[in-house]
């Protein structure tokens, strides 16, 4: 066991199976049960994209009530049945994704050894409930991508790109908003590495906030001017 904790390729080849597996699976009780494996906001999504595809907004699809990027992400899904799976796919790349920006995370700010942070990383990675959820077609995996990214940002100083993710966050579903106030109480004199507070390190500070705002209210402006539908509505 020790072996295989000490060897990424192992786990992320491992991991990768897993949810090869489960989307085959998944691929036959669609096919062959009445109980279908598919989330049935799978369906939401690509019927979403398919209106896209034909110059309709995304609305249009009743009960849509996410990003409209989410449905021009999931395009490919309309060129032919074939690609129906295509969006299961990228949702679980981005479940490895997450589970590689764990690593980062627990190498980078705790020093840790890559066999340990292999192990916590693998409660995400080898959990089958996480790579169900992304292989029956759940966008939760991005988010997930987006939220530890910010993570990892946070804990390498990249304010500015911090407050970008957790903007972009923001915009994709509400609740990371949830992660501000504590990434707030993380920038004081002693996490930015100085006593005396400088004016860099304060503008380094209100970087992270400044962009989160402006790159949220600029998503929202663009695409309500492209789909003519107030996108801050999906979050009702």
Do not use: C
């Amino acid at each position: 066991m020790s072996r295989f904790f000490s060897s990424p390729f192992l786990v992320f080849s491992s991991a990768i199976a897993l949810r090869g597996v489960l989307f085959f699976y998944g691929l036959w009780q669609d096919a062959n049960s009445p109980v279908k494996y598919t989330d049935i906001d799978y369906y939401v999504f690509t019927d979403a994209a398919r209106y896209a595809a034909h110059g309709q907004s995304p609305y249009d699809r009743e009960t849509y009530r996410y990003t409209p990027l989410l449905a021009w992400m999931l395009l490919p899904t309309t060129w032919s049945s074939t690609w129906f799976s295509f969006g299961k796919i990228l949702f679980a790349v981005g479940d490895i994704v997450a589970g590689w920006l764990i690593i980062l995370v627990l190498r980078g700010s705790n020093r840790m050894g890559m066999e340990r942070a292999l192990k916590f990383a693998s409660i995400w990675l080898l959990n089958p409930m996480v790579a169900t959820i992304s292989t029956r077609g759940s966008s939760e995996g991005l988010l997930g991508v987006m939220v530890v990214a910010l993570l990892w940002a946070i804990t390498q100083k990249r304010m500015l790109l911090a407050g970008v993710l957790l903007g972009f966050g923001v915009h994709f579903k509400i609740y990371p908003f949830i992660y501000a106030p504590s990434i707030m109480w993380a920038l004081d004199e002693e996490y930015l590495g100085s006593k005396k507070r400088s004016k860099t390190s304060k503008d380094l500070v209100m970087a992270g906030p400044f962009s989160s705002i402006h790159i949220f209210i600029t998503l929202h402006v663009l695409i309500t001017a492209i789909t003519f539908h107030p996108t801050i509505l999906f979050y009702i």
